[in-house]
């Protein structure tokens, strides 16, 4: 596999260490995709050739004979490299289709340390080379949504353009992504900017370039296409047009102002532009704007808004273009968020519309569409359980197949939905729309557990950020609901009662819910009920079971330590510092364990006083927790210096030889009569996941070339039941898991 210059020598030293003992590495199946996917694109020459953008999960190529999709990214996102899951553009070759490039990074703010990069692949994603910018680009950033910023001269596929975002313009290159250099003649920033009051820059930064699309009809100049648009995220001038292949530009004259151009097709058959617009950028705000058609050859804009009145009460982002059907094109609401996202198709240029749903006698709707989500059967089951919005949201990718007028696909902010009957829509007006995301795993998981002997089925217990958390009685089929009854959008941790592994203990992290934010389950997670000693305003954190199952001691981050015994009110613990680590010991029922500051803490009458009993040498910060499932005092602690180990209840620890830099720990089942631990660490400089067979006195890298993004965001746990089978919980690439 490819290396990019840039990481040859600390992947190397990784792949040096785990050559022996490297794991193979799959996706726990939640299916669904989980995530927002902002940008989808097809390649206009050859068919079948797609890809989408996520905004942390990566970038994913299509597998049009089962609708399924590929990873590409994995072997980028290292520890340093996490911000390359950040996707802020993609462009497909439309001269070369095994040439696909796109624009990487995470934040433009302080959250991201590492400059952007545009990456480059001549064989469809299999393998990267990478082109450092000089600046940040912001795959999560507002906006992300617009696009596509990236672009291939269908003329001369060495000219790629790629719009930037804080004030760096646009950029070009004349070496198909090699380099790449200011394009000093186009002036243009795009000054919008979210929120001027947002002091940690998030929402305060400039957003930029939007778009850039070629005229494939214009002619070409020494070589290139001559016309060239580009959208940039301003309320006055928004257009620019070049029509001497990128020398001068200029604003084009008579077009709309007082909303944000989104997203920008060419009719290549009409010989016009279709852009739609919103009073926001996105992607979760909109409430007014407009679409427009912009015929090139009499330079004459037409407002073809299918709405207007109380009826307008969004912007537009998605928007389609049926290549093969002259004015044929659908458009998305972005943000109708009740009762449902709305979805407009025109077949005459945007004269009339139609809607994929409208009111029958409210509040009774006609929805002119079937729907499916078998390939991720918890959406259907969990989400719209609580959830009016079957359609979706934040939709800024819609694409109609070039070469398959009845294939369609739609990215929201949960899933890719889709479908292979499209043109039923003008003649019975149905259409069937299923999930479509099988293979894009773009999650960020919180808290993992593998329950011994995995009760009532559950082989694994997730805690996912946005989409609660699952049950996963398979690896390999997704599950068929959320937790739920309670319902959390987002699950912080979990954790299992080592003598009763039946019982599990989930915190959510919305301090505003009415509702406590811990439940419980005596099933292995199957169901669950509300733990009423929880009370509002109280959230987040970690949490941990007492091996009998009777106490829960919770760290949480809004309130501090809390313990509650047989389900009673919380209470403080003010002998444990906020914010601690901690971890119930597995065989004794009274026992806890608590970490802070380099210090560890014991509490020996189930959790309601703690002392501290030991210093982890040097450690300035104690960051988990974890314990031996069968052997009582048997305890284990993952410091900013090392892996530290007590067999004693913590009495006294013995510093474990080689690695530094801690984070997530894990025990499970191994070949030797001592347990197999994991640890996401830093051995020999690299940062990757390692294992020791023997108590920790030597260590394997087991990563291989799989990338985890930074480790410092990931959690871990081990099977112990199956030998050498571990879990890796990622920020944006869901869960894996791995076998020898």
Not at 420 to 437: E, G, M, P
Not at 502 to 518: E, F, L, M
């Amino acid at each position: 596999m490819h290396i990019p210059s840039f990481l040859r020598t600390a992947s190397a030293v990784l792949l040096a260490t785990a050559s022996a003992s490297a794991y193979t590495w799959k996706n726990v199946k939640i299916g669904g995709g989980g995530g927002f996917v902002p940008g989808i694109v097809f390649n206009p020459t050859t068919k079948g050739v797609a890809y989408a953008r996520t905004d942390i999960g990566g970038l994913y190529s299509l597998n049009a004979a089962d609708d399924s999709w590929k990873p590409l990214t994995d072997s980028i996102a290292t520890s340093t490299g996490w911000n390359k899951w950040g996707i802020d553009a993609v462009a497909t070759d439309p001269v070369d289709s095994k040439r696909v490039y796109a624009a990487v990074g995470m934040y433009t703010n302080s959250w991201d340390p590492n400059n952007g990069a545009i990456i480059r692949s001549a064989d469809s994603g299999a393998t990267w080379s990478s082109t450092s910018l000089s600046f940040k680009v912001g795959g999560n950033m507002p906006g992300r949504g617009m696009g596509e910023r990236l672009a291939v001269d269908p003329k001369n596929n060495k000219i790629i353009y790629f719009g930037a975002r804080s004030g760096n313009g646009l950029w070009k290159s004349v070496d198909q992504g090699v380099t790449f250099s200011k394009v000093s003649s186009f002036t243009a920033v795009g000054t919008y900017i979210a929120d001027s009051s947002d002091t940690n820059g998030y929402s305060s930064d400039i957003q930029g370039l939007a778009w850039i699309v070629f005229d494939t009809n214009s002619t070409t100049t020494s070589g290139a296409t001559s016309r060239i648009f580009v959208g940039t995220a301003d309320k006055t001038n928004s257009v620019y047009v070049s029509n001497d292949a990128g020398s001068t530009w200029a604003a084009v004259s008579g077009q709309p102002t007082g909303y944000l151009p989104h997203k920008c097709k060419l009719s290549p058959l009409e010989h016009a532009l279709y852009i739609t617009y919103s009073d926001t950028s996105g992607p979760y705000d909109g409430g007014d704007g407009s679409v427009y058609r912009y015929d090139i050859g009499t330079s004459v804009w037409k407002n073809i808004t299918p709405v207007s009145g109380s009826d307008l009460y969004f912007g537009f982002g998605g928007l389609a273009v049926d290549v093969q059907k002259s004015g044929t094109l659908m458009v998305a609401s972005l943000n109708s968020w009740w009762p449902d996202a709305q979805i407009f198709r025109s077949n005459n240029s945007g004269a009339t519309w139609t809607k994929i749903w409208e009111w029958s006698s409210y509040p009774d709707m006609n929805k002119y569409y079937g729907y499916s989500t078998s390939k991720a059967p918890w959406i259907a089951a969990s989400r719209l359980s609580t959830d009016t919005k079957q359609l979706g949201w934040m939709i800024e990718s819609l694409e109609i197949d070039p070469f398959d007028s009845n294939h369609w696909l739609y990215g929201t902010g949960l899933t890719v939905y889709g479908g292979h009957d499209l043109l039923k829509w003008d003649t019975v007006h149905n259409v069937s729309i299923a999930s479509l995301a099988d293979g894009i795993e773009e999650t960020a998981v919180l808290g993992l557990a593998a329950p011994p002997g995995a009760p009532g089925g559950s082989l694994l217990l997730s805690a996912v950020g946005d989409v609660g958390g699952f049950r996963h009685t398979s690896l390999t089929t997704a599950p068929t609901s959320e937790f739920l009854t309670p319902a959390y959008t987002t699950n912080s941790d979990l954790d299992y009662a080592g003598n009763v592994p039946k019982t599990v203990v989930r915190i959510g992290n919305d301090a505003t819910d009415t509702n406590g934010q811990v439940a419980l389950s005596y099933d292995g997670g199957a169901t669950w009920a509300l733990d009423y000693g929880a009370s509002s305003g109280t959230a987040s954190g970690k949490v941990a079971i007492s091996a009998d199952a009777d106490t829960v001691l919770w760290s949480s981050s809004t309130s501090g330590v809390l313990v509650s015994q047989y389900t009673s009110t919380f209470t403080a613990v003010s002998s444990l510092p906020s914010s601690a680590a901690i971890a119930a010991d597995k065989r004794n029922g009274t026992v806890f364990y608590g970490g802070s500051a380099g210090k560890f803490y014991v509490s020996t009458n189930t959790g309601k006083t703690f002392t501290a009993t030991a210093t982890l040498g040097s450690a300035t910060t104690v960051r988990n927790i974890e314990v031996n499932p069968t052997l009582a005092g048997d305890v284990w602690a993952s410091t900013d210096v090392g892996l530290f180990h007590s067999s004693n209840y913590g009495k006294t620890f013995t510093q474990a030889s080689g690695v530094t830099d801690v984070y997530g720990i894990a025990l499970g089942k191994g070949a030797g009569t001592y347990w197999n631990v994991y640890a996401l660490a830093t051995y020999g400089g690299t940062a990757g996941l390692y294992m020791s067979a023997d108590s920790g006195a030597t260590w394997t890298g087991i990563q291989g070339s799989q990338g985890f993004g930074a480790i410092s965001a990931c959690c871990i746990a081990a099977s112990a039941d199956t030998t050498g089978l571990v879990y890796v919980g990622t920020n944006g690439r869901g869960i894996f898991y791995g076998v020898p």
